[in-house]
């Protein structure tokens, strides 16, 4: 009999195409062959994305494993979206006869499907076919109970979140103050939201749900979803933390080091503070402004990714025009000190590097696992998507962070004194807040990587997956 296959329907963002295809990856290892990947691509709605996705395809295809990519026919993106949920969502709810088609045709058994968190509608397609579906969570555990508990809130909080009075209470985290809810759900009338409460309706009927994080660093929230919690006592479906779940393999050692990676290199040990801020993340000229006097008067050595807004018509950040966004004399006055970088870096390779030691993060949960995975404490300064629940979680739950004032009414404004006292905090060698957190990132950077071990929580995790989709594959194909 032919190999049976997992088949991955990932969406097309990195954090979430290349997060996916390594867990997949770990699965089919851990598989020890009796497992192959099928992967059903769905052609990118930018060229920006479809050129990224094909560059990653490229370089796993060169990889050798067993991983077969399945080019889905194109769709005609929905115009009339109001953000970036509901046309994720509703974008790949048009895939789902592509879908259908593709799954049929494939002439081995199939395993199990594993559907991107935004993917919930092509459950029906999973149940019309009569095969295991899955969904891989590319974020924490904390905005996976958040959606689990969601349907109910909703129900709950008659009030628009951002107007309730009090907190909002989540099992097994401290109480949320409202300001800390991700975007979509700060607005109950946006399809966003909607579209929020409809997966996590959804979860509900998936076989499982595989969360990029490791037990050990959400414990009582693992634990609150298990015991149906969020979920007002109806057992929720099984959860795999498997995580973190890191594309180390981008960035291996390369010939000549990065430009980014040779300044650290005449760096002192842990004296420098990283500020980056994801794929979507930019600054304007006047917030440029306030960080660049904010990095000056706190003192330290710092390396600032910095992107402009994106060019017209495209999410994609800019490359940043230093001379226009910096204030005059910055980047002489600095240049001891600092680097300014205008373009994508290589942040792991930097958060690995010795001489970094604090990172300025957006907080999305991919750069949060990579900052823990190499023992980095962080000031989170969140910009979109989940980011201010993430920050939260991290500050007042996971504790690896130090906190700073963002004004969310006024675009995630932060002023030069905020970010100084934030930037000290974390960087000082006697500071109490920093100390802390220093010494959380260490724990947890050990945690992180004994997870994954042999006989971690995160490997054994990995291995009932196996189990279960090995039994379901039995099931279904009795
Ligand atoms: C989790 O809640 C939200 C996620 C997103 C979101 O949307 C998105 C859409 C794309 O077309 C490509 C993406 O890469 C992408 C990423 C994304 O969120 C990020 O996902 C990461 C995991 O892969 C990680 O969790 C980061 O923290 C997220 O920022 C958007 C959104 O609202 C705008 C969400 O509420
Ligand atoms: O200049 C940059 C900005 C981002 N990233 C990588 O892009 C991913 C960002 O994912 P995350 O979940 O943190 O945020 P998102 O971009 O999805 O908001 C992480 O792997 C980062 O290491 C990078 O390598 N260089």
Known sequence: MATPTVVLLPIWGAGHLMSMLDAG??????????????V????????????EVIGHIRREEASGLDIRF???PAVEPPTDCVGVEEFVSRFVEL??????????????????VVLDFFGTTLLDVCRELDVPAYVYFTANAASYALMLRLPALHEE?????????GMVYLPGLPPVRPSSLPLPVM???????????YHGRRFMEADGVIINTASVLEQSVLAA?????????????????????????????????????????????????????????????????????????????????????PVAGTQEPSDANLRELLPEGFLERTKEKGLVWPRKAPQKEILAHAAVGGFVTHGGWNS??????????????????????????????????????????????????????????????DSDDGRKAREKATEMKAACRKAVEEGGSSYSALGRLYEDIRKGALRTSQ
Not at 40 to 51: A, F, G
Not at 187 to 197: A, E, Q, R, S
Not at 247 to 273: G, I, K, T, Y
Request: net charge negative; with cysteine; hydrophobic share 40%.
């Open 25 to 38: 990856k770990r699965l089919l290892a851990r598989s020890g062959g009796a497992l192959s990947l099928t």
């Open 40 to 51: 059903l691509v769905m052609q990118p709605p930018t060229e920006n994305d479809r050129s």
């Open 70 to 72: 399945h080019h889905l």
């Open 95 to 112: 895939h789902a006869d592509h879908v259908k088609a593709a799954i049929s045709a494939l002439t081995c058994p199939v395993a199990a």
């Open 157 to 165: 909080v008659t009030a628009d979140f951002e107007d309730m009075e």
């Open 187 to 197: 607005d109950k009338k946006n399809p966003n939201y909607t579209w929020f409460v």
């Open 225 to 309: 979803i298990a015991d149906g919690r969020c979920t007002h006592g109806v057992p929720p479906p099984t959860v795999y933390p498997v995580g973190p779940v890191l594309s180390l393999s981008m960035s291996l050692p390369v010939e000549q080091p990065h430009e980014c990676v040779r300044w650290l290199d005449a760096q002192p040990p842990a004296s420098v503070v990283l500020l980056c801020f994801g794929s979507a993340g930019f600054s304007t000229a006047t917030q440029a402004h306030e960080t660049a006097h904010g990095l000056e008067r706190s003192g330290h050595r710092f390396l600032w990714v910095l992107r402009g807004p």
């Open 368 to 429: 949060i696992l990579e900052s823990l995975w190499y023992g980095v404490p962080m000031v989170p300064w969140p910009l979109y998507a989940e980011q201010h629940f993430n920050a939260f979680t991290l500050v007042a739950y996971m504790g690896p962070a130090v906190a700073i004032e963002v004004d969310r009414k006024r675009n995630n404004f932060v002023d030069a004194s905020e970010l100084e006292q934030a930037v000290k905090a974390l960087m000082d060698s």
